[in-house]
């Protein structure tokens, strides 16, 4: 079963602190959405207010086409796995898995039936007499995402269910997770702050921050084109470059850097090209200054000093000084960067976004 | 899933049995006859209550007390009909009688005339000629001792009990009354006439018994120390003290010095606020009839005097041996009663005693 | 800002769940305590209790030196009661938590608290047995010929304090034991990496992390020890009171229920006082 | 050097068990003294004192009630404790640390005030002193003691558990049933258990508190107050060997689950 969800206007406060602020978002049934943002950026109150474990103190929430901004949790057609699992200590896997169809009144039989067969999609069939401290942390986590999904929900909520494993296995858990969404089609709503994993599971991420929805997209689109410095910031390095806007054409502007006048293709301001006398900031991936592949167009920078450098197994990161600006560099690791050496900061045009200061919020 | 519904049918059971208890507690309490008493610990003899009850079919409640105090305190917080039967230290039968909550008994009902003389006491136990109470048991508070460790000859003055002779050796009964009386017997004021202007020489009495004694303790510890030899005499003991001990310990015993001792004497009345006034004076004739004097004499708390002369016939000759009844006419002439005191007095003197606790 | 329907049912709940023990408490310990501290203004004259409204009960107890004197006895009694108890407590929890093999720990703890659960009353009376001139102890001592003459060690204040010591070993190494075995190892190791010796490591680093519990426990002896009546009434032999043994004077011969309501309040507020001292020491330790 | 540190720690603790042990060794030996004092020294063995407290009516109907007022008063003072702490650790609730305060307050309160206050207060409601009373009493200091321990071991890991069962459609009965109890019963245990034992010997509450129906330890006192006896020194042991079998029991099937 699945749904699509939909929050207009919602905004939570405690007391004086601000934990969302008038957050509008639509999620389609079947979607796997990550709410990606630092701790404290209001992703957590905005999946508790999906669960219904909070009420919004303004703002609506409503799921496949209902509303349930005033629903108890259990009244809910979502489940919610929590970050640190939330296992019932004293029964073992069986139960745990069976609690929600118990509540529902189900008859112990079939009940168990489908805890089984729950157990047995996340593969822990043999394990269901254990009890869970008997159970590693994956394994924890596996009975968690059964249990939730074991009530047939339309919405399943994760609070960031991965943040206890260590890298190898969240990988793995990662890619399982995705698997299964895809196998039963239910509406996924994932909270992390790595936004690796986000990149890895995410049909979409919702970046956040402060309370506010920063940026909306799938993972290349804010990757690549970023609509606010903190998505640009959060989702990867980056160079950030002020500059003033000096005149603007048809589809390209003239701004005008520490490092010189580029042009711009219109195309790299993301909200829409700017207007003369503007302050924007040029966001540089380190990995775009790449020398070579000069059959597109192509913007210099001049040319920066590499005052230090360190290989990353994918690159090079080399620290690049340019006319008193410090930038950051990825360089293929077939190259060999000596510090002391001349780098030509060419990068291909269309790999700068161009952002307006103060802008950000989407929609 | 075992121990879940285990626990929860456990506190459900409890929650049944507290509200059982809540619910049935009140009731079960009336469903019988009953009569409650206010006793001293040798009522509560199932030997001396039991053929009562029998004979009456009723169930009689006991609390016992110690000291008319906590009578006192335990009637304050009580309320009217809460209790039928009083038994109280002869003297403070007056004390009583003022507190307005003692029922008078007819005199013609109650074998007064069977009473060894000395203890019929009325003009504590009866009021403008109406009788209040009854005297039921009397003993004396002197000097009890293990005549293998103390020469018998010194028991024989009253001032061995503040000299230096037997110093740490001697244990103090914890009561001030007596004490209070006792020391006054040895300096030779009479209690009968004890003011508050003799407190301060008896005081300074008292100060010097303190200093010669090991301890001043209740029954028990008294009993202890003086069976374990921890000490050699006890002062305020007697028959009551050491009698329940003559077969196990005949190195105990205990004597009247010349200059005389204090007698107690107990006794016992009915409750005004009764609503069993028949029933409360069935139960005061049977104490104080002759069969229930001798079970009273020799209950299991402690032997001392019936104040029937008529229960000796119930009495064998060992029992009798042992509460020296052949004695009674020389010891009732040598002893004298309790100090009576009014509340100012009764306050100094435990002023007096709390201080040479404190010392 | 107003509380949404949800957050009223809410409350409600919580209510719902708090009242009863809170009414409980209210009503019976809340209100008697209350009713107590009234009359404690209140005076017994002659044979009645009278609301009067005086100091008086207060003023008796600091002008009449028998009376004060049972503070006194008290303080001195609980002070070296808990300095004892902790003393011969410590090193036994120290070697039930260090010395002992894992497994028989528990064993060896639960031994060392065994006698708590025989009757506080016939176990008093039983010291008496053991301290005794013919008891047990004097026996041994005198049959060793440590001693020509028994010691004197019942009814005195040494009696009262070996049955308060008694009683407070056990406890203590309870509550030190169990904050020993909270320690990580990891510290100790750490102190003897940086050259501490044994002495060092238990002097510098051990024992400032177990204080905050000899400090709790030390709080609970004063409690139960100051407001004990049977250890001083049984093995003290009445030769100095302590304030408890005073306050049960005062009902059980006088009936002066507002005098013991009064010394009562004192009792209650030398708690408080070592209560405040005892949070403030650890709310300072803490930070 | 270790050796010499083990020897001195063995002699330690062999000399603290020796006291801790004293009188309790003492007090079964002299519950077998063949005859009536007892004092030393011992006269022979005789099993005649426990054969009298058992024939003893009062004296086990005192034992009865002290089963029964303990169970009683400390399962009261656990359910009461226990919905207090889930209030307190669940909800926000206004004053809440003052009102904390209020349940916590009498373990500070020496038992002699809150049996006088109690006494006084009885009185005036018209409530006759019974054994029910004395469990009223009981509640009220035990109830901190429950409450306290229940509210400790109520962490907020277990808040998510709660919150993933009502999001499973549990309602809030079913939660505290099913998941809080049931999570916290080995400190709900532990405090019923502290409490039984706590009431079990609790003396001034159950004497002040009592008028027929009087509690072991309050028999006790009076049976002592009466004279020396024998039958003191073997129902003290009786007590003991109860105690420490109930110990056992409770060793065996609640700690023994929990370390599991």
Excluded at chain 1, 49 to 68: A, Q
Excluded at chain 3, 201 to 219: K, N, Q
Excluded at chain 4, 86 to 95: D, E, H, Q, S, V
Excluded at chain 4, 217 to 244: Q, Y
Aim: net charge neutral; charged share 20%; proline share 4%.
């Amino acid at each position: 079963m699945t749904a699509d969800v939909s929050i207009r206007n919602a905004t939570k406060v405690f007391g004086a602190f601000r934990a969302l602020d008038d957050v509008s978002l639509d999620i389609a049934a079947g979607e796997f959405i990550v709410l990606l943002g630092p701790s404290g950026c209001g992703k957590t109150t905005l999946l508790s207010i999906l669960g219904g474990f909070i009420e919004p103190t303004s703002g609506t929430v409503s799921i496949g086409g209902h509303d349930m901004t005033h629903v108890s949790p259990a009244k809910r057609p979502t489940t919610t796995m929590f970050q640190d699992y939330a296992l019932f200590p004293h029964m073992c896997l069986r139960d745990n898995v069976g609690f929600g169809l118990r509540m529902r009144g189900m008859g112990k039989a079939e009940r168990y039936e489908k805890a089984f067969s729950l157990l047995d999609l996340v593969g822990l069939r043999a394990s269901s007499a254990k009890k869970p401290h008997e159970l590693s942390g994956g394994q924890r986590q596996r009975v968690a995402l059964a249990r939730a999904l074991a009530v047939d929900p339309d919405v399943l909520l994760l609070d960031e269910p991965l943040g206890a494993l260590d890298l190898k296995l969240r990988r793995q858990m990662q890619d399982e997770l995705k698997a299964i969404q895809k196998r039963v089609g239910t509406t996924f709503v994932h909270v992390t702050h790595d936004q690796e994993e986000a990149m890895a599971i995410a049909d979409r991420i919702v970046v956040m921050n402060k309370g506010r929805i920063e940026d909306v997209g799938t993972p290349a689109s804010i990757y690549m084109r970023p609509r606010s410095l903190f998505s640009a910031g959060f989702m990867g390095e980056a160079n950030f470059l002020p500059a003033k806007v000096r005149g603007t054409a048809a589809n390209e502007a003239e701004v005008e850097t520490a490092l010189g006048r580029v042009a711009l293709p219109a195309s790299a301001f993301v909200a829409g090209l700017a207007a003369t006398g503007r302050d924007v900031t040029l966001c540089i991936r380190p990995e775009h200054f790449r020398n070579g592949n000069t059959d597109v167009p192509t913007v210099s920078l001049g040319r920066g000093r590499i005052t230090g450098s360190a290989f990353f197994g994918t690159h090079h990161r080399c620290h690049v000084a340019a006319d008193g600006t410090s930038l950051t560099a990825h360089l293929p690791q077939t190259d060999n960067p000596q510090i002391g050496a001349e780098l030509d900061l060419r990068l291909k045009a269309d790999s700068i976004v161009v952002l307006q200061d103060g802008a950000g919020v989407v929609e | 899933m075992m121990t879940k519904t285990v626990s929860s049918g456990f506190s459900r059971r409890m929650l049944l049995a507290t509200a059982a208890v809540l619910v049935l507690a009140p009731a079960g309490a009336q469903a019988q006859d009953e009569l409650n008493a206010l006793v001293w610990c040798d009522h509560t003899d199932p030997a001396l209550v039991e053929p009562f009850e029998k004979a009456n079919n009723v169930k009689v409640n006991l609390k016992e007390y110690e000291g008319t105090g906590a009578a006192i305190s335990i009637i304050e917080q009580s309320r009217p009909g809460d209790w039928d039967v009083l038994v109280i230290d002869a003297v403070d039968v007056p004390r009583a009688i003022d507190m307005d909550i003692l029922s008078e008994m007819p005199a013609d009902k109650l074998p007064l005339g069977d009473l060894f003389p000395e203890v019929r006491m009325e003009e504590t136990t009866t009021k403008d000629g109406k009788v209040y109470a009854v005297t039921e048991k009397f003993g004396y508070n002197t000097i009890s001792f293990d005549k293998t460790k103390v020469d018998p000859a010194d028991m024989d003055d009253l001032s061995v009990i503040w000299s230096d002779k037997y110093k740490g050796r001697i244990a103090l009964y914890d009561y001030y009354l007596p004490m209070v009386g006792l020391t006054g017997v040895g300096i030779g004021k009479k209690t009968a006439d004890l003011k508050q202007e003799d407190l301060p020489a008896i005081k300074e009495k008292l100060f010097e018994m303190k200093k010669v004694a090991r301890q001043v303790s209740d029954v028990v510890a008294s009993q202890t120390a003086l069976a374990t030899g921890e000490v050699d005499i006890v002062v305020g003991g007697g028959e009551w003290l050491t009698a329940g001990l003559s077969g196990e310990k005949p190195n105990l015993d205990w004597t009247i010095p010349k200059q005389g001792a204090l007698r107690w004497a107990q006794s016992i009345g009915v409750f005004k606020d009764s609503e069993k006034q028949d029933l409360a004076l069935k139960f005061v004739q049977y104490i104080v009839s002759p069969e229930g004097q001798a079970r009273l004499a020799t209950s299991s708390c402690y032997w001392a005097m019936p104040a029937n002369a008529k229960a000796g016939e119930h009495l064998t000759d060992p029992q009798k041996a042992a509460l020296r009844w052949d004695k009674q006419p020389e010891y009732l002439k040598n002893s004298q009663l309790y100090p009576v005191a009014d509340a100012d007095m009764d306050a100094a003197m435990q002023d007096v005693w709390t201080e040479m606790l404190q010392q | 800002m107003t509380a949404t329907a949800y957050e009223r049912a809410e409350r409600r709940k919580a209510w719902a769940f708090a009242l009863p023990a809170l009414l409980w408490t209210g009503f019976f310990f809340l209100v008697p305590f209350a009713y107590m501290a009234a009359i404690s203004f209140w005076t017994r004259q002659g044979r009645e209790i009278v609301a009067t409204w005086t100091l008086d009960n207060y003023v008796a107890f600091f002008e009449k030196a028998h009376l004060f004197k049972g503070l006194v006895v008290s303080l001195e009694i609980t002070a070296a009661v808990t300095v004892i108890s902790i003393l011969l407590a410590y090193p036994l929890a120290w070697i039930i938590a260090e010395r002992v093999p894992k497994k028989w720990q528990r064993f060896a703890l639960i031994m060392a608290i065994l006698p708590f659960w025989t009757s506080y009353v016939v176990r008093s009376y039983s010291w008496l047995l053991v301290l005794s001139k013919g008891g047990v102890v004097n026996q041994a001592l005198l049959w060793l010929g440590v001693i020509a003459e028994p010691l004197e060690l019942s009814a005195n204040r040494i009696g009262t304090i070996i049955g308060f010591v008694h009683f407070f070993v056990m406890l203590l190494t309870l509550t030190i034991y169990a904050n020993l075995i909270q320690l990580s190892p990891n510290y100790r190791r750490a102190a003897a990496d940086l050259g501490a010796n044994a002495f060092q490591t238990f002097w510098f680093v051990v024992l400032p992390l177990t204080l905050p519990g000899i400090m709790v426990g030390a709080f609970l002896t004063f409690v139960l020890c100051i407001g004990d009546y049977i250890t001083p009434q049984i093995l003290g032999g009445n030769n100095e009171l302590v304030l408890p043994q005073v306050i049960m004077l005062q009902l059980g011969r006088r009936a002066d229920f507002p005098m013991a309501a009064a010394l009562s309040l004192v009792l209650m507020v030398v708690v408080t006082l070592a209560y405040i001292a005892c949070a403030r020491w650890l709310k300072m330790e803490r930070t | 050097m270790r050796h010499l540190t083990t020897a001195l720690a063995a002699l330690y603790a062999g000399l603290i068990y020796l006291f801790i042990f004293l009188p309790v060794v003492v007090l079964v030996l002299f519950s077998f003294q063949d005859g009536t004092l007892p004092v030393p020294p011992l006269n022979g063995l005789t099993l005649r004192w426990y054969e009298a407290i058992f024939s003893d009516g009062k004296l086990m109907a005192a034992l009865g009630n002290s089963l029964i007022v303990a169970i009683v008063s400390s399962a009261v003072a656990c359910v009461l404790g226990f919905l207090a702490a889930y209030a307190f650790a669940r909800y926000t609730l206004p004053a809440s640390g003052l009102l904390r305060g209020l349940i916590v307050a009498p373990m500070t309160v020496s038992t002699l005030i809150i049996g006088l206050g109690l006494l006084s207060v009885l009185n005036l409601t018209g409530l006759r002193l019974s054994l029910v009373t004395v469990g009223i009493g009981h509640v009220v200091i035990n109830l901190p003691l429950c409450f306290a321990i229940i509210y400790a071991s109520m962490g907020g890991h277990q808040v998510n558990i709660e919150r993933a069962a009502r999001d499973l459609g549990a309602k809030d009965w079913q939660v505290m049933l099913l998941i809080t109890a049931p999570m916290l019963l080995p400190s709900i245990l532990a405090a019923f258990f502290l409490s039984v034992t706590f009431s079990w010997d609790e003396f001034i509450v159950a004497f002040l508190l009592s008028r027929f129906d009087v509690t072991l330890p309050v028999e006790i006192w009076s049976m002592l107050r009466s004279g020396l006896d024998p039958r003191t020194n073997a129902i003290g042991s009786v007590v003991f060997l109860v105690s420490v079998a109930f110990l056992v029991v409770m060793e065996l099937t609640v700690f023994r689950k929990k370390a599991s």
